[in-house]
């Protein structure tokens, strides 16, 4: 089994900075490509941005030059840094890493955790 654990959500106001984290627990072998996409409610699920287990990067266009994918592979760990959150950003945040078990890889998702931006 693996699990993957998010935090750092919360409340901030525009233009304002948050950093989540996704760790990952479990039979792990190796952790491939990851990343993060959002829901906002009415809205379909959006692509936020990844990283492969080189380094390459892939970013939205709506958060291009604003927020940042980073890991800690010693911790099975990805992080996105938010900078100047706009209230378009507000959704729920779900982190995602495809992990190689040793027969397969397979994606796992995060549990979700809320970004709200506003006054």
């Known amino acids: 089994q693996v699990q993957l654990v998010e935090s750092g959500g919360g409340l901030v106001q525009p233009g304002g900075s948050l950093r989540l984290s996704c760790t990952a627990s479990?039979?792990?072998?190796?952790?491939?490509?990851m990343g993060w996409y959002r829901q906002a409610p009415g809205n379909q699920r959006e692509f936020v941005g990844s990283?492969?287990?080189?380094?390459?990067?892939n970013y939205a266009e709506s958060v291009k030059g604003r927020f940042t994918v980073s890991t800690d592979n010693a911790k099975n760990t990805i992080y996105l840094q938010m900078n100047d959150l706009k209230p378009e950003d507000t959704a729920v945040y779900l982190c995602?890493?495809?992990?190689?078990?040793?027969?397969?890889?397979?994606?796992?998702w995060g549990q979700g955790t809320q970004v709200t931006v506003s006054l």
């Open positions: 995602y890493q495809n992990v190689g078990s040793g027969t397969a890889v397979r994606a796992y």
């Open positions: 479990g039979s792990i072998v190796k952790i491939y490509n």
């Open positions: 990283v492969t287990s080189g380094g390459l990067t």
